[in-house]
């Protein structure tokens, strides 16, 4: 709505006075116009929020980056011997700091991520910027736009949630392609066969060629020294049979040398797929190694949960599913309430109890020191707890002189494995 003045209106012949300009030094000068607001800038590394630094550090930066920069920050980190949860979960903690660290790992992720932060530069509405997200999730290309997403200047805390939720959603999914990976494992173990019996006889093949390629570099050198005595006695030739015979042997000689180009192009081609297939070899033998172990770690899970069940199935019997505790607290850290309810009543059932604690998301942290001194022993599930609850956790547990293991997941089927090893292994014996 205009603004309406309450004194009266000024007679016409004013404004017309007031208007007119005779001279141009009575013209009023042009308005300055404001200097132009600064473009927002990119945010850095340590400006996200804390809940955001572990899955850009492990979405968006591979292991080894990491073992080369974390070691300069972090020197009681060995660079060989770390593990690459501790390579990990350092390289969060200091992400937090907004020196040097944070800086180094945020001009890395730019560094790595540049095409991709060019990319998504021109976006110029947070619709834009969805849409890039959603085309590069579409593809797989996650680690890139989830750098560049995040740190543009109009991501909203909406896009944030969203994207975070996405990243999350496909840890999950690795969980669910375990099966898929037993079934590839036999595929991949008849393709090592395959190119190792491929390798060896490319091996043979090279090694075949390179004893043609010795033989035709004898005889070509015995030719070129029958060629040099003949030049040498061509002074004293006379006859037009030497001389037809000296043209023979220089044509002798050129297919010689023909065939040895020949045969060398074709050991040098020979020696380059050798080796590409030596390097598919490795790499096939490392993924084999990795699902091996993976497939391992379930089957072991499944045998426990088997044999427990069989044993809860038996007829006339009332065993319980865990080695008996006889009174002994085994406090739970994180995890989620549906487990910790079945894990509450198997601890039970074996004589013992459970203390859990879900790592500080509606327990207060205070808490845990409080319950640790009535447990016996620690656990903790390394999906499903936060990296600073498992550090407090760890601590706390080794100043009480508590034994403290990890579990691989979540799950009834870990705990129960862990449980019946740590009976099988005498490591840790519940008194009687």
């Not at 044993?311 to 739970?332: D, F, I, K, M, N």
């Amino acid at each position: 709505m205009p603004y309406l003045s309450n004194e009266p209106a000024a007679p016409a012949f004013l404004h017309r006075m007031l208007n007119a300009h005779p001279d141009g030094c009575c013209t009023p000068a042009p308005a300055i116009k404001p200097a132009p607001a600064p473009a927002p800038r990119r945010a850095r590394l340590a400006d996200l929020d804390a809940y955001l630094h572990c899955s850009i550090i492990g979405t968006c930066l591979t292991t080894g980056e990491l073992r080369k920069l974390v070691p300069r920050y972090a020197p009681q980190l060995d660079r060989k011997s770390a593990t690459d949860l501790e390579i990990h979960h350092t390289a969060v903690e200091l992400s937090t700091q907004g020196e040097g660290p944070a800086k180094d790992l945020h001009k890395a992720l730019d560094t790595r991520h540049a095409l991709t932060i060019k990319r998504f530069k021109p976006a110029a509405d947070e619709a834009a910027l969805e849409t890039l997200w959603r085309e590069a999730l579409a593809h797989g290309d996650v680690p890139g736009a989830y750098w560049a997403l995040l740190t543009h200047p109009l991501c909203s805390h909406d896009l944030i949630r969203l994207a975070f939720g996405d990243v999350h959603m496909l840890s999950h999914l690795v969980g669910a392609s375990n099966r898929a990976d037993l079934r590839r494992l036999s595929g991949l173990e008849d393709e090592c066969a395959r190119l190792r019996t491929q390798n060896a006889a490319q091996q043979a093949r090279l090694q075949q060629l390179g004893a043609q390629h010795h033989q035709d570099m004898a005889t070509a050198e015995q030719q070129a020294t029958q060629l040099a005595l003949l030049r040498d006695q061509h002074a004293d030739l006379a006859s037009s049979a030497l001389v037809d015979e000296l043209a023979q042997l220089r044509a002798e000689l050129d297919a010689r040398n023909t065939q040895l180009a020949l045969q060398s192009g074709r050991r040098a081609e020979a020696e380059a797929l050798l080796e590409s297939s030596q390097q598919r070899v490795v790499a096939q033998e490392r993924e084999l190694h990795h699902l091996r172990t993976e497939a391992d770690c379930s089957r072991n899970e499944a045998q426990a949960l088997e044999q427990a069940l069989e044993q809860a199935l038996a007829p006339q019997t009332e065993a319980p599913l865990l080695p008996q505790l006889h009174g002994r607290s085994v406090l739970y850290v994180g995890g989620r309430p549906q487990s910790t309810t079945a894990l509450t009543q198997l601890v039970a059932a074996a004589g013992g109890e459970l203390l859990s604690h879900d790592g500080g998301i509606e327990d207060r942290k205070g808490m845990l020191s409080t319950l640790l001194p009535r447990a016996q022993l620690v656990v903790f599930p390394v999906d499903c707890i936060s990296h600073n609850a498992m550090h407090v956790t760890r601590q706390l547990a080794e100043r009480a002189g508590i034994p403290c293991h990890p579990l691989r997941t979540a799950s009834v089927g870990s705990f129960v494995e862990l449980m019946r090893r740590l009976e099988r292994d005498q490591r840790w014996q519940p008194a009687a």
